[in-house]
């Protein structure tokens, strides 16, 4: 969905932060990247960070998603799928500092988008849901990539054809007790409420990524 919330392209910044940095684990841990709601948006970020997370997550990229970036110095990925300049742009006024690219675009589409994100520091994502996707993200040079699935064992299949390629999962549906299957196979994992809300999670943080 791209965003719709306006802004002012001459007041654009390029991002400072480094996601890929922030979640790259060389799959020796994982990195826990928390999807906050919208809804009290900066203080979920202050508590995440807190948590000891290293990056964060939003699904759409609006005013929220703006308090949030300015309440700690976490990277922000954007879930919104970014397919026009102005996604892109949307996405970095609002905080993003990196986002996915529409996996339903053609090449050249893509990477017009990509080079529009790049333009203000910000990561470009390629999304894979098929071993084809990650395989044709890998043969155009991408140095990181998000990879969807229903569960952890698709997550896993995705995840083992991105060679060394940098693996963000984005699970497609709750994943506490599945976590540790991810460990070792990619990354990062994007966690919903239904992992960074309950009880222990700065525990569970120190345990998957030491």
Do not use: Y
């Amino acid at each position: 969905m791209s965003p719709t919330h306006p802004f002012d392209v001459a007041t654009l910044v390029p991002s400072s932060r480094d996601l890929l940095q922030a979640v790259r684990t060389g799959r020796k841990g994982l990195a826990l990247v928390p999807c906050i709601a919208a809804e009290e948006a900066a203080r979920e970020a202050l508590r995440m960070a807190e948590s000891g997370v290293t990056a964060l997550a939003m699904r759409e990229a609006s005013p929220a998603m703006a308090a949030a970036a300015l309440a700690t110095r976490l990277p922000m990925l954007s879930l919104a799928l970014v397919s026009t300049r102005e996604d892109a742009l949307a996405a970095r006024a609002h905080g993003a500092d990196a986002v996915v690219l529409d996996h339903e675009q053609d090449d050249a589409e893509r990477e017009a988008t990509a080079s529009h994100a790049r333009s203000t520091r910000m990561v470009a994502l390629p999304l894979a849901r098929t071993r084809a996707e990650v395989e044709r993200a890998a043969a155009h040079g991408a140095k990181a990539l998000v990879v969807q699935a229903a569960n952890a064992g698709g997550l896993v299949a995705l995840a083992s054809a991105a060679g060394r390629l940098v693996v963000i999962a984005w699970p497609g549906g709750p994943l506490a007790d599945d976590l540790q299957t991810l460990r070792g196979a990619v990354d990062a994992v994007i966690v919903d409420v239904d992992v960074w809300g309950a009880t222990g999670f700065e525990r569970l943080v120190s345990e998957v990524n030491p």
